[in-house]
């Protein structure tokens, strides 16, 4: 993996020049898609941002040096954040608007002669959208070939985290332990709560939590075991799988069966 602080790399779209893209040229595009919005006392805003673009930045540069031609693009920063609506500077897009945005990536691929692109979410609000996006996306017979990941991890990947959290826990005070230690509050890291459901079967149907209620603390679940060695072990794990994607999709000819033989 390259170092998290290294220089540009042939792909990271926003330090080429437009020369420097056109002699490149891309064969498979990646989106990240973060976020902006609370994640308790002890990290920030940025988050889902900062997580996901190293992750990109990481799986994008392993790839083309192994000889994908993958094009990163800038990182998406506010996405869908209904549920965040009681904090204060969630920001957040409606779905539909998420869903318009991701399709008019999608034709802008098209007229500049990619045909698959790659969307890397780091934000737990999206899935339903991104689902959705895929099906707008495959509906229409001039567009690129889309998937989405959260990036993959290699099969022989072990699970450094020992407190599960879907906000703000142990896995993502860890990542951002290895990426901006600087904004890590250490001195604010706890065991924050999480929200009972007064229908427990709830727990086993879909519906949209307000997390003001589920996380009062905008964070949920133990974060003082949190380390920069396990966030570190997450991410280059999870970009290491992403580069495997990116270079089989770079190389594979794209023709009216694609993805299938």
Same mark, same amino acid.
């Given at each position: 993996?390259?170092?998290?602080?290294?220089?540009?790399f042939p792909g990271l779209l926003e330090e080429m020049t437009v020369d420097e893209v056109r002699a490149f040229?891309? #064969?498979?595009?990646?989106?990240?898609?973060?976020?902006? #919005?609370?994640?308790?006392?002890?990290?920030?805003?940025?988050?889902?941002?900062?997580?996901?673009?190293?992750?990109?930045?990481?799986?994008?540069?392993?790839?083309?040096?192994?000889?994908?031609?993958?094009?990163?693009?800038?990182?998406?920063?506010?996405?869908?954040?209904?549920?965040?609506?009681?904090?204060?500077?969630?920001?957040?897009?409606?779905?539909?608007?998420?869903?318009?945005?991701?399709?008019?990536?999608? #034709?802008?691929?098209?007229?500049?002669?990619v045909k698959k692109l790659v969307f890397v979410n780091g934000h737990g609000g999206n899935p339903g959208a991104l689902d959705a996006t895929l099906r707008e996306i495959a509906g229409r017979d001039d567009l690129p070939f889309a998937c989405w990941t959260w990036g993959i991890p290699p099969e022989d990947y072990v699970n450094p985290f020992e407190h599960p959290s879907d906000h703000a826990g142990e896995k993502e005070t860890s990542q951002m332990l290895w990426i901006r230690p600087d904004l890590v509050r250490s001195d604010q890291l706890a065991d924050n709560p999480f929200g009972r459901l007064r229908v427990p079967s709830l727990a086993k149907a879909s519906f949209v939590r307000p997390w003001h209620l589920y996380v009062p603390a905008s964070a949920g679940g133990e974060t003082r075991k949190a380390t920069a060695a396990k966030g570190e072990t997450y991410i280059t794990a999870h970009a290491t799988g992403l580069a495997k994607l990116l270079v089989e999709l770079s190389a594979a000819e794209f023709d009216e069966r694609f993805p299938y033989v």
């Amino acid at each position: 993996m390259v170092p998290p602080d290294s220089p540009a790399f042939p792909g990271l779209l926003e330090e080429m020049t437009v020369d420097e893209v056109r002699a490149f040229r891309p #064969e498979v595009v990646v989106l990240p898609l973060g976020s902006t #919005e609370p994640h308790g006392p002890h990290l920030p805003y940025g988050t889902d941002t900062f997580q996901v673009t190293r992750l990109c930045r990481l799986g994008v540069a392993q790839a083309n040096r192994d000889g994908a031609r993958a094009l990163l693009y800038p990182t998406l920063p506010i996405t869908n954040n209904a549920n965040f609506r009681q904090f204060p500077f969630a920001l957040r897009m409606g779905v539909r608007t998420l869903m318009q945005v991701l399709v008019d990536v999608a #034709e802008q691929c098209r007229d500049d002669g990619v045909k698959k692109l790659v969307f890397v979410n780091g934000h737990g609000g999206n899935p339903g959208a991104l689902d959705a996006t895929l099906r707008e996306i495959a509906g229409r017979d001039d567009l690129p070939f889309a998937c989405w990941t959260w990036g993959i991890p290699p099969e022989d990947y072990v699970n450094p985290f020992e407190h599960p959290s879907d906000h703000a826990g142990e896995k993502e005070t860890s990542q951002m332990l290895w990426i901006r230690p600087d904004l890590v509050r250490s001195d604010q890291l706890a065991d924050n709560p999480f929200g009972r459901l007064r229908v427990p079967s709830l727990a086993k149907a879909s519906f949209v939590r307000p997390w003001h209620l589920y996380v009062p603390a905008s964070a949920g679940g133990e974060t003082r075991k949190a380390t920069a060695a396990k966030g570190e072990t997450y991410i280059t794990a999870h970009a290491t799988g992403l580069a495997k994607l990116l270079v089989e999709l770079s190389a594979a000819e794209f023709d009216e069966r694609f993805p299938y033989v």
